[in-house]
């Protein structure tokens, strides 16, 4: 895609002089980098915090009385999944194959859904527990952090959404790729942020 | 883009096979922990795979592997920055900690060989830290921490007492008294029976920290035999301290307000704010309800219960609902917690009717009941409040 764009640019550029430009990278794109940029500096400032804070709460519930890690781990690999649809869906729209480019990018909203789905469960559990955002350190940390992430696949999942009713709405065609794959992009990224608050925050507080 | 240069789909399928593999690993390393392994290298390789995964995205589907450089750079930045966000962060909580035993003051206890002895660890709250709350509730508060301790009896050993000199005295004609009775009992009956001591033993504000100071200076000052008793005989002493302090109390009903605001701000501000607003939904106010309370039947010793074996449950101040816990605070002293009420009490209302400041002698009473936090909880449900 970025390899069309730039022919496209560097044509466009003989027709229309564009000196404003330095990049010959598709604008959308390397915005979507920046922010991705910016947003991993965040994460890893809560991540952070979440471990400064770890086992430091005067009083209970402890990680240790709530996390589920078969469930954890069952939420984990859906979210692993939706990122494989994704790239499916991606490739397929450059195929100019629709029909695969609707079902795979439901099929990620979809997994996205069962995701957030597991996470409002284990919400509502330990809130069941006496788990809350100011019963102690653990419920301060644990909340901004989960429900953070939380809000980003919510957010990624209103996104693919909106793009599969586009393709309804107008022809999506192969040149509209690169914003299928902005979208991907914010999409694999929640994903990864997923991966190391899985290790750090569920799966080491067992060993 | 030219197709060719798309990462074609089977190997995303691979991707996604070793991204799944890998979760499975993760999940059986702490499900079925390896003994073999060892926590140290479960935790290693499981930061490892974790990586793994990480790249593996970020490689493969996020196409970084094949696509322009410059859009590596920005999120390599990103990277950069945000783990030295972290080391920062984790050197900001860790370093601290380990800076602390190198501290002079810290270091010259450590030499002079001062250590808590392993019964006072036990009579010491901690909290409830790694205690789920059910527990806490049910368990009663250690009603006495004071350590029974066999009296010096070296006839000359009086140096050991140059702390608090008359008190000492004192109190080593009651010591047949304290191996029976409690030590807040023993050391209340000294003072009385010497009141010039009070003068001295006011001024002494011991806190634990020189106490210790003091004992390993007694400790050398001492003989050979009586070195040994010399810390326990300390560890009196500075308990006598603020019992002391009560007996000029009793006399005129007055406290001290600065010492009363003292307490309050280095114990009970971070929750209840310097201003006794407290902080809505989270910490109750005191102000504009503390009085209300203390006037209730009952109330004055409900407060008393309150700050010494703490509270958990639900309660209503004001028509908002809070349900959290308040810590006990029984390890502090007598008259700091007497202080600390009377501030609470005057500070931002008109006192109440007939208000009569609290005295050590009024928390050491309470503190016999060992309640515990559900305890007192139960009992501000028949005060009567709103």
Redesign the interface.
């Known amino acids: 895609m970025s390899a069309e764009a730039s022919s496209h640019a560097a044509s466009g550029a003989g027709a229309h002089p564009a000196p404003y430009r330095s990049s010959k990278l598709p604008d959308v794109k390397l915005l979507m980098w920046v922010f991705l940029a910016s947003d991993t500096m965040f994460f890893g400032s809560l991540i952070g915090t979440y471990l400064a804070y770890r086992e430091r709460s005067l009083v209970g519930p402890f990680p240790r009385d709530l996390f589920d890690i078969p469930l954890t781990t069952v939420s984990t690999f859906v979210l692993l999944m939706s990122s494989f649809l994704m790239v499916l869906s991606l490739h397929a729209l450059r195929q100019n194959d629709i029909g695969k480019f609707r079902l795979w990018t439901a099929g990620v909203a979809f997994f996205g859904a069962i995701f957030l789905g597991f996470q409002v469960f284990e919400f509502t559990h330990f809130a069941h527990a006496g788990l809350s955002i100011h019963q102690n350190l653990f419920g301060t940390t644990f909340f901004i952090l989960t429900g953070t992430h939380g809000v980003h696949v919510t957010v990624g999942v209103i996104w693919l959404v909106s793009l599969l009713i586009t393709s309804y709405v107008r022809p999506m065609k192969a040149k509209d790729a690169v914003y299928l794959e902005i979208a991907g992009l914010y999409w694999h990224f929640v994903d990864i942020v997923w991966i190391v608050i899985f290790t750090v925050v569920y799966l080491v507080e067992f060993v | 883009?030219?197709?060719g240069?798309?990462?074609s789909?089977s190997t995303?399928?691979i991707?996604?096979l070793i991204?799944?593999v890998i979760?499975?690993v993760?999940?059986a390393?702490?499900?079925y922990?390896q003994a073999w392994l060892g926590?140290g290298w479960?935790?290693f390789l499981?930061?490892a795979?974790?990586i793994v995964?990480?790249v593996m995205?970020?490689m493969?589907?996020?196409h970084l592997k094949d696509?322009?450089r410059?859009?590596s750079g920005?999120?390599s930045?990103?990277?950069f920055?945000?783990?030295a966000?972290?080391v920062g962060?984790?050197a900001?909580?860790i370093l601290p900690k380990a800076v602390a035993s190198t501290r002079p003051d810290n270091r010259a206890a450590q030499e002079a060989g001062h250590a808590v002895p392993h019964e006072l660890l036990d009579n010491i709250e901690t909290?409830?830290?790694?205690?789920?709350?059910a527990e806490?509730a049910d368990t009663p508060a250690v009603a006495d921490r004071s350590v029974s301790v066999e009296a010096p009896t070296a006839p000359n050993d009086a140096s050991t007492y140059n702390v608090t000199p008359p008190a000492g005295a004192a109190a080593q004609g009651g010591a047949t008294a304290s191996t029976e009775e409690t030590e807040a009992t023993a050391s209340t009956e000294a003072t009385a029976e010497a009141p010039g001591a009070v003068e001295a033993a006011a001024e002494e504000t011991a806190t634990e920290e020189t106490a210790a100071a003091e004992s390993t200076e007694a400790a050398t000052e001492a003989d050979e035999t009586a070195s040994e008793e010399a810390p326990a005989a300390a560890e009196e002493a500075s308990a006598e301290a603020p019992a002391a302090a009560e007996a000029p109390a009793a006399a005129a009903i007055s406290w001290d307000k600065d010492h009363g605001a003292a307490v309050f701000n280095a114990n009970c501000m971070a929750c209840h704010q310097m201003t006794g607003q407290g902080i809505p939904?989270?910490f109750p106010p005191l102000a504009n309800h503390a009085v209300e309370v203390y006037a209730a039947d009952g109330g004055r010793d409900y407060l008393a219960d309150a700050v010494l074996f703490g509270l958990q449950g639900a309660i209503t101040v004001n028509g908002m609902t809070y349900n959290?816990?308040m810590?006990a605070w029984g390890h502090l002293a007598d008259a700091d917690l007497a202080d600390a009420l009377n501030h609470v009490l005057t500070a931002w209302d008109d006192e109440p009717a007939g208000f009569q400041p609290y005295v050590a002698a009024d928390i050491a009473a309470r503190r016999a009941d060992g309640l515990s936090a559900g305890d007192v909880h139960a009992k501000r449900e028949t005060l009567g409040l709103h």
Do not use: N, Q, W
């Open positions: 883009m030219s197709d240069k798309h990462t789909v995303y399928v991707v996604a991204l799944g979760t499975y993760e999940f390393l702490v499900e922990p926590s479960t935790i499981l930061v795979l974790s995964k990480f995205v970020v493969f589907f996020m696509d322009d410059t859009y920005f999120f930045s990103g990277m920055i945000a783990l966000t972290f962060l984790t900001m909580f909290r409830g830290a790694s205690r789920a709350p806490i939904g989270a959290g816990v810590p």
